[in-house]
């Protein structure tokens, strides 16, 4: 069988402790909704020169002041 080929996480190259997947809520709490309305695609150069995009929501002016 073929092997699964594994790409290290930004995290893992820089030393960072691997995420277990435990949530830090509270019994009872829920995460906060995701923002509604439109995404902006950022991509992000690191030190070690790869490149990470990432999906942020937009903010108007009224929403965040």
Do not use: W, Y
């Not at 820089?14 to 991509?43: C, D, F, W, Y």
Request: hydrophobic share 30%.
């Amino acid at each position: 069988m073929g092997e699964i080929e594994q790409r290290p996480t930004p995290g893992s190259r820089l030393g960072a402790p691997e995420n277990s997947g435990i949530s830090t809520l509270e019994h009872g709490q829920k995460p906060p909704p995701t923002p509604s309305g439109k995404l902006m695609s950022v991509r992000i150069q690191m030190l070690d020169d790869t490149q990470e995009a990432f999906e942020v929501p937009l903010l108007l002016k009224s929403d965040c002041c």
